[in-house]
Each structure stands twice: as structure tokens, then as C-alpha cells.
């Protein structure tokens, strides 16, 4: 089955840190922009980072710049993104997913189930 | 940074219906501009990518168009199974997402 897996989510409290993994199956990362997207229960989806096919290139919503790092391992067809300083405010579902073509940053053509972060004392 | 709106916010309509959603992205995207469906519970599901290429799998009874700064996703007939939200998408710059349509059922 076609799939990426995120984990690592759950419960921290403000100012604490947390790394999600995505782990893609049956399909490879290896060459496709790789996103982190993420939803407040019952809202909109909000793009949070990206990272190129090799790693060489990373970007960030304002929100979250200086406090969340992505990166990938491609040997491990595995995604991160390590979130530090962590507010109230970043409380959501945090979707991985992957670019439809090779080398493109455009439309999002694979995602995974969504891990939910809980940012409460 | 490219801002992105959708209107209407929620829509009611009944099965067989003709729907179109509007997306205005905040500068021109040119053609860089995708679909989403949402179910509840679920991860987003591409419809349609570059403004009007239908993803793969994807009823035909899904559209889209537009160019610039304004786009238009159409469903032309509504199933049962359409009753979902949609984001519009650019993917010009660093990508944004629109603030969706939720399409409930009249």
C-alpha cells in the first residue's frame, strides 16, 4: 500500500520540543520537494516548511521560522521536522506530504494521515 | 507573501446540482494554482493541479479554470460524495493555501 506515516505527535507542554518522522511505503521521497502542512481542528490548512529533493534547500512560514527545522534522510525515505519553542498557537494536525512530480515544488500529490500536537500545560 | 481567498465560505446544494467554487490569489500565480478535497477526518486529496489538469483517478465531472488571479473549480453534476471542503492552492511562490469552501448538502 501507498503510504506516508507520520509519528512522534502527542502531548508537550509550552516552551517544550517535539520531532515528527514521516516514513513513506510503497512509494520513494527520493527526488520530490517534500512539505509539512499543517490544520487547527476545524480550520483551514496552512503550509508550515519544505525541503528540497536533496536536502540543500529548506523554507518557512513566518510562524514558525527560528523554531522548527526540516530535514529528510533519503536513505531512510523518512521526513522530520523538529519543532522547538513550542506554543499554544501550534496546536494542530501535522500533514507530510509529497510533490505529485520529481524536482517540483507545486502541487501536492501524496499525504499522509495526519499526527495531531497538543501544545497545553 | 500571495494571499488567497475562496467564496463563497459554504455552499448548500443537492445532488445533481451545478457548483463553482472562485479563488483569487492577491498577485498573479499565472497558472500555478491546484484543488483540493477535504472529508472530514481524512487528508486532503489532490482534484486538479496547474488550474485545470485533472489528477488521476478524479471524476470528469471536475474542472477548473482561470488564469492570473482568478480561478474557478466547477462541479458539474454533484454526488453524494462530493459533500466535502475545497482549498484552492498556489504554488507560484511559497506555497498558500485558501481559506476553503465547505460544500453541505441542501
Known amino acids: 500500500e501507498v503510504q506516508l506515516v507520520e509519528s512522534g505527535g502527542g502531548l508537550v507542554q509550552p516552551g517544550g520540543s517535539l520531532r515528527l518522522s514521516c516514513t513513506a511505503s510503497?512509494?520513494?521521497?527520493?527526488?520530490?520537494?517534500m512539505q509539512w502542512v499543517r490544520q487547527v481542528p476545524g480550520r483551514g490548512l496552512v503550509w508550515v516548511s519544505r525541503?528540497?529533493?536533496?536536502?540543500?534547500?529548506?523554507t518557512y512560514a513566518d510562524s514558525v521560522k527560528g523554531r522548527f527545522t526540516i530535514s529528510r534522510d533519503n536513505a531512510k525515505n523518512t521526513l522530520y521536522l523538529q519543532m522547538n519553542s513550542l506554543r499554544a498557537e501550534d496546536t494542530a494536525v501535522y500533514y507530510c506530504?509529497?510533490?505529485?512530480?520529481?524536482?517540483?515544488?507545486?502541487?501536492?500529490?501524496?499525504w499522509g494521515q495526519g499526527m495531531l500536537v497538543t501544545v497545553s500545560s | 507573501d500571495i494571499q488567497m481567498t475562496q467564496s463563497p465560505s459554504s455552499l448548500s446544494a443537492s445532488v445533481g446540482d451545478r457548483v463553482t467554487i472562485s479563488c483569487r490569489a492577491s498577485?498573479?500565480?499565472?497558472?500555478?494554482l491546484n484543488w483540493y478535497q477535504q472529508r472530514p477526518g481524512k487528508a486532503p486529496k489532490l482534484l486538479i493541479y496547474?488550474?485545470?489538469i485533472l489528477q488521476s483517478g478524479v471524476p470528469s465531472r471536475f474542472s477548473g479554470s482561470g488564469s492570473g488571479t482568478d480561478f474557478t473549480l466547477t462541479i458539474s453534476s454533484l454526488q453524494p460524495e462530493d459533500f466535502a471542503t475545497y482549498y484552492c492552492?498556489?504554488?507560484?511562490?511559497?506555497?498558500?493555501f485558501g481559506p476553503g469552501t465547505r460544500l453541505e448538502i441542501k
Open positions: 492552492q498556489q504554488s507560484a511562490s511559497v506555497s498558500t
Open positions: 496547474t488550474t485545470s
Open positions: 510503497g512509494l520513494t521521497l527520493r527526488g520530490y520537494w
Open positions: 506530504a509529497r510533490g505529485l512530480f520529481t524536482n517540483s515544488t507545486g502541487c501536492i500529490g501524496y
Open positions: 525541503i528540497n529533493s536533496d536536502g540543500s534547500t529548506t
Open positions: 498577485q498573479s500565480i499565472t497558472k500555478y
